[in-house]
């Protein structure tokens, strides 16, 4: 009885070892299961993200991740701050914070409850921060299976919860950048299994702003204002792009961001005078985080209006920012002022100083190169109205080109940007006879096997014109032929912005 007993005992004393067993690896399963809620301290930090005051929403997010260490909204919000540090400073070295709280965030994330949209939600955003800070240090197959994955969760997650706009934002994103992909990329989509439609895409975007979403989505709606706003400044209307920045970006004086947004859209959309004005106002407190890029946008478009001192603030630029892509177009940009300004000494100096930096040649590179081999630089005077016209300047840099007849270029690469350009500045004065005239006199010039960029382009905005005009057979012509120089520079880019016009057209 003895030996039975203990034997019942000894099973005994095993059974409740493994019920508290169980009991306690349940109890620590429950401990560690997240929480995604956006707390009053989670929507104040927003609001400094949102401006980039990034310290300021740091210190909070501390102090509320001691109070509430199992919700996940809070290492979400400080994967944004790692990502807008990464983008404002374009320094590659800050990635490391990022990447090291990369697995904590994400196994946050993970844990948040399946009947949750911020599960995947959550997920999703961050790998599309992690993918963009990778594109930006140039790690394109990393950042392409970052995308991948972002889309494919928010995918998911728009089919589990039709209703959260957030990830309908997301997908919409995706479908409209991925509408506009050249043929070389088109491969990276079939194996991601992704498939890209722009006006669908903006459509999703369009539904998301109908949508009233609460203070506690600040970042998201500004994620989806800058989606919105960069796809149509690329690759849509520029001034359907202006007029919806210009009404969400008023509070330029004081948000960073908001300064960046609009600044931009109003250097590539001929508001120089407002981009300026913009640039100039943004906030200097140390509260915010630097922002050199904005310094170099607000250099570029005193250059385009040709101010005498555009120098000052390029060279300024260059001292504070780490970011090699940048300071070579700042050293190019230098060089043109330089040559603008009758100082070829100095111009050859800074296009010296721009080669330093290596890396690959985009065609102004490359021409500029070749003619001065040939000891024909830039011609002063398409350059100067060419400048005039990428601000806004038409009437102006009209004015100017007219000062340069045709017959007086060397080379026939100087004879077909003088057309170009001078087709440019017609078209955005509404001169569409005239400019149709110059766009034709480059494409007549150019064979198929063009290594320039200028005859593709030409038939792209020729198309554009008879399409504006209501011609719209003539107007496919002109797309379809946009593809057929496949040696020149910039002809993906040409494909897209044809390709996109004949989708619009089906």
């Known amino acids: 009885m003895t030996s039975r007993y203990s034997k019942i005992l000894k099973k005994g004393t095993a059974l409740c070892y493994t019920v508290l067993f169980l009991f306690y690896f349940h109890m620590a399963g429950a401990e560690v299961q997240s929480v995604f809620y956006f707390s009053q301290p989670c929507i104040e930090a927003q609001k400094h993200i949102a401006a980039l005051r990034l310290t300021k929403a740091q210190q909070i997010l501390t102090e509320e991740k001691k109070a509430h260490p199992n919700n996940a909204a809070i290492g979400f919000l400080e994967n944004y701050i790692d990502f807008y540090r990464i983008a404002t400073s374009l320094d590659f070295s800050t990635f490391k914070a990022m990447d090291q709280n ?35 240090n140039e790690e394109f197959v990393s950042a392409m299976l970052d995308f991948r994955s972002a889309y494919q969760l928010a995918v998911e997650n728009q089919k589990k919860f039709p209703s959260f706009k957030q990830s309908a934002k997301t997908v919409g994103m995706f479908k409209a950048l991925l509408g506009t992909t050249g043929k070389s990329y088109k491969w990276v989509l079939s194996v991601a299994g992704l498939k890209g439609n722009f006006d669908e895409g903006m459509g999703l975007l369009e539904n998301y702003f109908d949508t009233e979403l609460s203070d ?16 149509h400044l690329n690759f849509g209307d520029k001034q359907l792009a202006w007029k ?9 004086a004081t948000n960073m961001m908001s300064n960046y947004l609009r600044g931009y859209t109003g250097m590539r959309t001929a508001q ?41 603030y390029f060279k300024h630029f260059i001292s504070v920012n780490k970011n090699k892509v940048l300071t070579k177009e700042a050293y190019k940009r230098l060089s043109w002022f330089y040559l603008v300004n009758n100082d070829e000494e100095k111009f050859r100096i800074y296009y010296g100083m721009m080669k330093r930096y290596g890396g690959s040649q985009n065609e102004d590179d490359k021409n500029l190169q070749r003619e001065i081999s040939a000891n024909t630089p830039h011609d002063v005077i398409v350059l100067k109205s060419r400048l005039l016209a990428d601000g806004g300047y038409y009437a102006k840099a009209e004015e100017t080109i007219r000062l340069r007849p045709a017959d007086q270029f060397a080379s026939g690469y100087q004879r077909l940007e003088y057309y170009f350009r001078y087709a440019r500045i017609l078209q955005e004065q509404n001169k569409f006879s005239k400019a149709t005239e110059y766009y034709q006199l480059v494409i007549k010039s150019s064979p198929d096997n063009t290594p320039y960029h200028f005859a593709p382009f030409a ?12 011609f719209t057979q003539m107007a496919k012509t002109y797309f379809v032929n946009a593809a057929k120089y496949k040696k020149a520079e910039y002809i993906e880019t040409a494909e897209i912005r044809a390709g996109k016009e004949l989708q619009s057209l089906k």
């Open 459 to 470: 038939n792209v905005y020729v198309g554009q014109i008879y399409l504006k005009l209501g």
């Open 216 to 231: 506690e989505f600040l970042l998201d709606k500004q994620t989806a204002t800058f989606y919105y706003v960069l796809l």
């Open 272 to 312: 120089k005078e407002e981009a300026i004005n913009v640039l100039q106002s943004r906030p200097k407190s140390s509260d915010y985080e630097p922002f050199a890029a904005l310094e170099y946008y607000f250099a570029l478009c005193k250059l385009y209006r040709l101010d005498a001192d555009a120098d000052i």
């Open 102 to 136: 990369k697995s904590q965030r994400f196994e946050a994330a993970k844990n948040i409850p399946e009947t949750s949209p911020y599960r995947l939600y959550t997920q999703s955003e961050m790998y599309l921060q992690f993918a963009f800070a990778k594109a930006m």
């Open 244 to 252: 919806f920045c210009e009404q969400r970006t008023r509070d330029y």
